[in-house]
């Protein structure tokens, strides 16, 4: 059996609260939703369908291909499970694996302890049959096991990414508290933006955001900066499945005429950072980068547009005074420069949102690190239409 072309059930993770973003890039992909939670979506696939899936998705974390599920009340019941399946059709004869996991059960204080009882099953069977110890480390270099156990119920798991797909690979330079790529994808599909009109991003900081912009509109994937991922180190890999996938990543790129994404920051050093990530990335010539307080941005007129503004908001950098008159400050700028657009404010301090004085049409929740972030969106009205109105907390 040849579990490259083997239907089975797949779990596709995300980081918290952007599992719809998720679920919307998998059903664009052509795949059936069969189940979303919280941190993620299941669905049927081949591991071939995981390529493909590795290769396109901004908003993921690992896609998972099921091996097996069974009952564990304790680390020996994994063992026994672990060395009863035939990983001598998963895994190579001088293969190098991993094991991760994610453990909830009241036997185990230490998830390493549960790995390390996956890893004693899968050498043990392999020594039997093949007569040698294969090589296993930490680093996700190669083949990747995943358990996941809470309670009694377990499954066993190919992880066909390996590192994780959250960083998309072309940010070498991530700057101050940065944002994670596939966050920051999956705020901007939560906008209004058509991927045509003005994207107005100031404060960009080491570029992510007007970086997945440009991505987006143009629709270039991240797998066309990543090379290798866990399932080219599985037992009958076919790397031209792959390299077909890979081509098609170029020829879907399309050009957008016209496209206006314009990136500011007051700091040259976080400007220049942002252009050698835009260079990765290809989109350097996409991107109108200047160095300036975000007050003195351009914002195109006579136009609608996106204006979005991942502002410091005091948990980890920024003090909070000076960050009140700078909330108030965006707050003016866009009543007066930015009518016509929608704008948005991606911040993790409700309280300094209020300094905006504007009502927000939409608090759209998100998560980063250990922070509860909201997207505040504003709709700009050209006319007399503006509110300026506190927010409620």
């Known amino acids: 059996m040849s579990y490259y072309t083997t239907v089975a059930p797949v779990t596709i993770t995300c980081h918290k609260r952007i ?71 998963v895994l190579t004869d001088d293969g190098y694996f991993s094991i991760t996991s994610n453990v909830h059960n009241d036997t185990i204080n230490n998830s390493m302890f549960a790995n390390l009882r996956v890893k004693d099953g899968i050498i043990d069977r392999l020594r039997d049959i093949r007569g040698n110890r294969p090589s296993t480390g930490a680093e996700l270099k190669g083949a990747v096991i995943h358990l996941f156990w809470k309670n009694e119920d377990a499954e066993i ?24 790529e596939s966050l920051a994808a999956a705020t901007i599909y939560a906008t209004r933006w058509d991927r045509k009109s003005p994207f107005v991003n100031p404060m960009c900081g080491s570029g992510t955001v007007a970086i997945e912009a440009a991505m987006i509109a143009t629709n270039r994937r991240p797998g066309l900066f990543r090379t290798n991922y866990a399932f080219m180190h599985l037992q009958g890999y076919d790397e031209t499945i792959y390299l077909q996938e890979d081509a098609l990543l170029e020829e879907q790129i399309i050009d957008v005429p016209q496209l206006k994404i314009i990136a500011t920051d007051y700091d040259n050093r976080a400007v220049e950072n942002a252009k050698k990530n835009a260079i990765a990335a290809g989109v350097l010539n996409l991107i109108d980068f200047a ?47 930015c009518k016509g657009y929608f704008g948005y404010i991606f911040t993790g301090n409700m309280d300094l949102a209020k300094k905006i004085g504007l009502k927000a049409n939409r608090r759209i929740e998100f998560y980063t690190s250990t922070i509860d972030c909201r997207l505040l969106e504003y709709e700009l009205y050209s006319g007399s239409k503006t509110k300026t109105v506190e927010i409620n907390s």
């Not at 939670?37 to 590795?54: E, H, M, P, Q, Y």
């Not at 190919?158 to 991530?174: M, V």
């Open 291 to 337: 160095v300036c307080d975000f007050a003195k941005t351009e914002v195109p007129e006579n136009v609608s547009g996106i204006f979005y503004v991942n502002p410091e908001y005091g948990e980890r950098l920024g003090d909070i005074k000076e960050l009140e008159e700078t909330y108030a400050r965006i707050g003016d700028f866009m009543k007066q420069k």
């Open 19 to 89: 599992a719809p973003y998720l679920e919307q890039e998998v059903k664009d992909l052509g795949f059936i939703i069969e189940e979303s939670f919280i941190t993620g979506v299941r669905i049927k696939a081949s591991i071939n369908d995981c390529i493909k899936l590795n290769l396109n998705l901004r908003c993921a974390s690992q896609v998972l291909y099921s091996l097996k599920k069974f009952e564990a009340r304790n680390a020996d019941d994994v063992y026994n499970h672990a060395i009863g399946f035939p990983w001598e059709n």
């Open 157 to 180: 798991f190919i992880d066909t990414t390996g590192d994780s797909l959250a960083r998309h690979g072309y940010r070498k330079i991530p700057g101050l508290a940065p944002m994670l």
